[in-house]
Structure formats: C-alpha cells, structure tokens
C-alpha cells in the first residue's frame, strides 16, 4: 500500500487487500532479499531502478514499524510466519532485517543512491546482534514488552472488557 505495508494472506475471491492485519516481517523483508536475487540473477539494471522506489518504501515501512528507533534490529511487536509476534529483539527475523539491509545497500549503489542510514543500520545490528543476542553457541531473543511505542500487554489485558468480566483471571 502507500506506506509500504506488504499483505501476506491472499483474499479470496483475488482481488485488492484491505491491509488492516500485520504484515509479516520475515516475509516482507524477505521480499526485499527477492528483488536483490533476481536482479543479480538476470543483471537487468533498468528493472531494478523501476522496482527501486517500491523496494525503499517497503523497507521504510519496515524501519518505521519494527525498528522506529534506528537501532537496527527488529524490537516492535512484528508478526512472522509462525503467526505469533515476536517482542524484542531476535537472530531470525533480525537476521532477515540484515540481509535486507545489505541487499538494499548492494541494489542502492548499483542505482548511485545514498545508502549510508541503511549502513549504518546494518552495522549497528550486526553488533547488536553478535554481542546480545548470542551466548557462544545459540542466537536467541531478548523479550521486551516494556519501553515500546506500543503499549504494555499485560496492562492492556487489565483494561481489557475480558479483564472487567473476569477479574480474577487477568
């Protein structure tokens, strides 16, 4: 859509998306990953330039939404393929927000742009990722639910009209 949301379900009957559902981060990024393969695959620099506009947007909106703060890592809330959000930082989709970087960096000075936010991005990440979120042996996710731009869960569940029915639950 306009702001780069990519949706990830197909509507059946196909036809146009209303995109009011998440998109799903591995998945976009990974679209991302998908234009930088098949433009080195076929070499076609005048199809990369006219794809370009939509590739940076479609990143942007990633940036804006799951990494608002330029850290680069994925800490906001994001949907993934395993139909859960993640919260805070992790090595898979982290991974799939670096290899997208990386692929937009390639693509950007093929094109002559200025790629140095998403450099910078990259290896603020690529640090993050290798000094916090790997203990020697396994990459692994660093939960955060506190200090977000969304708001707290467990006091949104409080306020919930579930939460007023049942109070003792919640």
Not at 27 to 56: F, H, M, N, S
Not at 93 to 122: C, H, N, P
Not at 144 to 169: F, H, M, Q
């Amino acid at each position: 859509d306009t702001r780069g949301h990519q949706h990830f379900r197909t509507a059946l009957h196909i036809g146009p998306t209303d995109h009011n559902f998440h998109a799903a981060a591995d998945g976009q990024l990974g679209g991302i990953l998908k234009v930088y393969r098949e433009w080195r695959i076929v070499g076609d620099l005048e199809w990369l330039r006219a794809l370009w506009p939509k590739v940076k947007k479609s990143l942007g909106y990633c940036i804006e939404t799951w990494d608002p703060d330029h850290r680069g890592i994925l800490v906001e809330p994001h949907h993934n393929t395993y139909d859960i959000e993640f919260w805070g930082p992790n090595g898979m989709t982290t991974s799939f927000y670096l290899g997208a970087l990386q692929a937009a960096i390639a693509m950007g000075r093929a094109l002559g742009d200025d790629v140095s936010f998403y450099e910078k991005l990259k290896a603020s990440g690529r640090d993050f990722v290798e000094k916090e979120l790997y203990n020697g042996e396994y990459y692994f996710q660093k939960i955060e639910w506190k200090g977000l731009r969304v708001p707290d869960p467990v006091e949104a569940n409080r306020t919930s009209p579930y939460c007023r029915r049942t109070p003792g639950i919640c």
